[in-house]
């Protein structure tokens, strides 16, 4: 090699090297402001996101709050209809005691009338028997106003000469 090469060699070198410090100084430098750039990039969409995820822990949080408060009116609710049903088993149980004698006395009652259509069944018969009698009656009543009215008459014409007589007589 000649010294001539050689002096060409070192001095690439060198001058590789001192570009070097001033070339990663700029790469750096770029690598930097890339880096920064991208970094806004990335807090243009990771700030509203976190405060978006924020606000949607609050509400969800808001949420399942409103909800075990809910749930915890309805498991009231729930005791009130509960005693309500307690309440309207017992009055079931009555009623059903109470159906039971109203069963009672409807059969007592059907008994009863069963009795009362024999017991109007002979009262048929006998006022039949009533029906006949009177109209058998009827007849001699009949004949027996025809005698008073004769009766009556005769009295009638008796009493005139009757009169005539009381005249005399002095008492």
Known sequence: MSDHEGK?????VAT????????????????????????????LVVYPSMLAFIVLAAYGFFLIYTLTSDVARLAKSMET????????????????ANVGHISGNLSSIASDVGTGTNSMETM?????RIN????????????MRGDMHRMNNNIHNASGPMQTVSGMVPW
Do not use: L
Request: proline share 3%; charged share 20%; hydrophobic share 45%.
């Open 16 to 43: 590789d090297e001192e570009a070097m410090p001033q070339s990663m100084a700029a790469c750096m430098d770029k690598f930097a402001t890339t880096f920064e750039a991208s970094a806004r990039r990335w807090e």
């Open 81 to 96: 209809v509960v005693v309500s049903m307690s309440d309207v088993s017992a009055n079931m149980t009555a009623v059903s």
């Open 124 to 128: 048929v018969v006998k006022m039949d």
């Open 132 to 143: 006949h009698s009177v109209g058998v009656m009827t007849v001699p009543m009949y004949q």
């Open 8 to 12: 060409k060699i070192e001095s690439i």
